[in-house]
């Protein structure tokens, strides 16, 4: 057999380890600024774009897309180029994959500071970003595959099996998720409106967590994990086990975002079912990774490579055991909406993602640049500052969102709430909002110590090659043996199968909820917004309030207590996009409308303090000086008119007339009230749309 000579090209995977480097300590830094902005509202500086509400979306984008996406890709690369016995199959496609996904950071970098945002959770950019995310991915699936199909080894290698299951979920998922209405440019309405647009939003939202930072980070721990702990994976059957149970079970637990809101009790239900399922899998893969290193826990203790990558998967079976155990109804109950969300959530970001990410690159960076790191003992003192950070982190939150839960839940033996003012639960956990901050700062720290390490590693370092191989290339020829034996050298069939296995569980969730009409029952009484209250409710998601907000009555007497009547599906027909939030850091505001004067809601924007003592929110006083932009009311008008809300030619045509006129009312009153001159500015919509809310139905 002729053996071919080649290079891998390493040049990619540098440029995705320092972009995961960089953008690791940037989205870490925004983390820790929201984290401060909490435990001491005056950090907000009375910015517009620099306060929590605008901030935390792109916290969120840094860490999700940023930090671990370019860690996924430069793994990725690195890895499946040595599993393929092959060099990528266009270098052009994978720098413009490179540079493409590094222009969209930086577009979300610039956009959400700036209010541009659709307010879905882990996709609250744009349509113009959504469409070159798209096509990146496209360029990305066209190289993997390509690569794929001209490789050299015969076999895929079960980190291959969840990259390509990884690649086909996250675009379907995406796709669904982002299907818009534009406006303009900066603006547009989801085509979904709301329980529709809940169940498809978490649809996408938990799935992402699935298929963006668990499937793909499962390849990188079945071919790092091994080459650190310089054996096999232990076992070969547990894999096949791991990965198709996985993909098949993950995709039906997004519901369980939404238990005890108005989504039907059956996809609720459903939700609990498969999470609760997904132990199984999940603590397959964990005790695969971890069994990996059998007979060799003794290097433990001078390796911080496996220290990173030990802790990673242990981080990961502690996540994907607290997940399910969340999704159980009866402990839903106290946990949502609080804090303990928070801490299980960076548990699976910090701990799984971060030090996998961090033991990846510690492996990779003397292989990249032919030196040997520069200090094990830097990279050692890294690990115990990013795991402290991470306990004290964790730690913090579990106590925050213990005391919110039960706080908010509190009867007394009168049966009257004992904490009937939201602030008092508020007050309760500034001090852990304190010590989540200090977590945080030496979990970014640790980056830095990280940053440091590295820059010396490759000081002096000149334009390193790429590295040399050589393979026999493989005949295609019929396989005999285990039907996934003979699986493994089909890749078409492989990635078609994988196709399957997760499209049946977002179908039987998705299609009744869109199709079957009973399942969002009707109520007369629901109208759309006003003109005036549509631009209202947009400035309600620039400003990002359903990042503290929520706007879901759970069908709970402590809830109905303090908020009022419990919400009802057919109360959100059209609402494009959905509002009901995933943390409550101020009150529930679906029933806000009439319960207090416009006046008010002025002075709250204005100064919550003078309103609320001991409010953390910060102020907007800039909308009481900035005027409220009509020119597009028109077109938003239209564009929902498009999606099936019932607006007649005569409102759609004298929008910003009926817009106008509903002002100068909320101005007259406001001028009643001691402040004039507010016709025109943009508080007054806000508060045309916040009087509004929960007023659509008999109470």
Not at 22 to 32: A, E, H, K, S
Not at 34 to 52: C, D, E, R, S, V
Not at 82 to 97: C, G, P
Not at 507 to 515: C, K, L, S, Y
């Amino acid at each position: 057999m002729t053996v071919e000579r080649f290079r891998y090209d390493d040049d990619i995977v540098r440029k995705f380890v320092w972009a995961t480097v960089i953008w690791g300590m940037v989205g870490m830094l925004v983390g820790v600024i929201i984290a401060l902005q909490l435990a001491y509202w005056k950090a907000n500086l009375g910015i517009p774009y620099l306060t929590f509400g605008r901030l935390r979306p792109l916290h969120t984008n840094a860490v999700i897309f940023a930090f671990a996406g370019n860690s996924i890709f430069a793994g990725m690369y690195y890895a499946s180029q040595r599993l393929l016995k092959a060099r990528m199959y266009s270098d052009v496609l994978s720098r413009i994959h490179f540079w493409g996904w590094q222009l969209i950071i930086v577009s979300a970098a610039i956009t959400l500071p700036l209010g541009m945002t659709t307010s879905k959770e882990y996709a609250e950019l744009e349509w113009p970003i959504d469409l070159a995310i798209t096509l990146v991915w496209v360029i990305m699936a066209i190289n993997y595959f390509g690569t794929i199909m001209k490789r050299r080894e015969r076999h895929l290698y079960v980190a291959i099996w969840f990259f390509i299951a990884s690649i086909v979920t996250v675009a379907v998922l995406h796709i669904f998720n982002s299907l818009e209405l534009p406006v303009s440019m900066t603006k547009s309405y989801s085509v979904y409106a709301g329980v529709q647009d809940a169940l498809v939003q978490w649809w996408y939202g938990h799935n992402a967590v699935a298929f963006f930072l668990t499937t793909p980070f499962l390849g990188l721990m079945y071919y790092f994990m091994p080459k650190a702990a310089n054996g096999p994976i232990y076992s070969y059957r547990l894999s096949i086990i791991h990965f198709w149970s996985l993909i098949f079970l993950y995709i039906w637990a997004g519901p369980h975002h939404l238990l005890y809101t108005s989504l039907p009790d059956w996809a609720q239900t459903m939700g609990m079912l498969f999470s609760l399922m997904l132990i199984a899998p999940s603590w397959g893969g964990m005790i695969n990774g971890l069994l990996t290193l059998r007979g060799g826990w003794h290097k433990l203790r001078e390796d911080p490579i496996l220290k990173f990558m030990v802790v990673a998967i242990t981080f990961y079976g502690m996540s994907t055991f607290e997940g399910p155990m969340l999704s159980i109804k009866s402990l839903n109950k106290l946990s949502h909406y609080t804090d303990w969300i928070i801490s299980h959530v960076h548990g699976g970001a910090l701990g799984w993602n971060g030090f996998l990410t961090y033991g990846m690159i510690y492996w990779l960076i003397p292989r990249l640049y032919g030196r040997e790191l520069y200090s094990k003992k830097l990279a050692t003192a890294h690990f115990w500052m990013g795991l402290l950070g991470i306990l004290i982190y964790m730690l913090a939150m579990y106590i925050s969102g213990l005391t919110q839960g039960l706080m908010w839940l509190d009867f007394d033996k009168d049966g009257y709430l004992v904490y009937p003012n939201f602030v008092e639960t508020v007050a309760a956990i500034i001090p852990f909002y304190w010590i989540r901050f200090l977590g945080g700062l030496l979990y970014l720290s640790g980056a830095l110590v990280m940053f440091y390490n590295v820059m010396k590693t490759i000081s002096g370092v000149k334009a390193p090659a790429d590295t040399e191989a050589e393979a026999t290339p493989f005949r295609p020829t019929e396989l005999k043996g285990a039907f996934h034996y003979r699986l493994e050298a089909k890749p078409v069939l492989f990635t078609v199968l994988t196709t399957v296995a997760i499209l049946i569980g977002g179908i039987v969730e998705t299609i009744p909820m869109i199709a079957i009409e009973s399942n969002v029952p009707s109520i007369a009484s629901v109208k759309p917004y006003t003109p005036l209250e549509l631009v209202g409710r947009d400035i309600y998601i620039r400003e990002g309030c359903n990042n503290c907000h929520s706007q879901m009555i759970r069908p709970l007497r402590a809830e109905t207590e303090r908020y009022g009547e419990y919400s009802k599906s057919g109360e959100f027909v059209y609402d494009h996009p959905f509002l009901w939030g995933s943390k409550r850091t101020g009150p529930d505001l679906h029933r806000i409308g009439g319960k207090y004067p416009n006046l008010w809601h002025l002075r709250h924007m204005e100064d919550p303090r003078a309103i609320v003592n001991d409010s953390i929110m910060p102020a907007y006083d800039w909308l009481l000086r900035d005027k409220t932009n009509l020119r597009d009311v028109k077109a938003k008008v239209r564009a929902m008119s498009r999606l099936g809300v019932p607006y007649d030619k005569e409102t759609i045509e004298n929008a910003k007339a009926l817009a106008e006129a509903q002002a100068r009312e909320i101005g007259q009153n406001l001028a009643e009230s001691g402040v004039a001159d507010m016709d025109d500015k943009e508080i007054t919509a806000l508060i045309a749309y916040l009087q509004r809310l929960g007023t659509d139905i008999k109470k």
